[in-house]
């Protein structure tokens, strides 16, 4: 199981840190990714890390988010700086050992092994 954290409301220019937890079984020997849905619009892939800890971003977010991993806590967490409007949705991570640029292409919770239940972020001053 994962659940998000982290969400809430920040001011343009401001930052946010999200986590992913998993509970029941080790995130290890999955690559894990991160998505949001902004109202109206399509889950988009954001981030992914690989279980070597490779990261891939999209191109709105590269330079301004960083994903990371720690195996230890089995938390994954996506580091928001220099918050957008644009950025504000329910974000959301997946696991599935499916490879990253494949994650990130998802657009539902159809796909992929495991979800979580999403944490909402708002932008706005």
């Known amino acids: 199981q994962l659940a998000e954290s982290g969400g809430g409301l920040a001011q343009p220019g401001g930052s946010l840190t999200l986590s992913c937890a998993a509970s029941?079984?080790?995130?290890?020997?999955?690559?894990i990714g991160w998505f949001r849905q902004g109202p109206g619009k399509e889950r988009e892939g954001v981030s992914c890390?690989?279980?070597?800890?490779?990261?891939r971003y999209i191109d709105s977010v590269r330079g301004r988010f960083t994903i990371s991993r720690d195996a230890a806590k089995n938390t994954v967490y996506l580091q928001m700086n220099d918050l957008k409007s644009e950025d504000a949705g329910l974000y959301y991570c997946?696991?599935?050992?499916?490879?990253?640029?494949?994650?990130?292409?998802?657009?539902?919770?159809?796909?992929?092994?495991?979800w979580g239940q999403g944490t909402l972020v708002s932008v706005s001053s």
């Open positions: 890390i690989s279980t070597s800890g490779t990261s």
């Open positions: 029941g079984s080790t995130l290890d020997y999955y690559n």
């Open positions: 997946a696991a599935d050992q499916s490879w990253c640029e494949a994650i990130m292409r998802v657009t539902s919770s159809t796909y992929l092994e495991r």
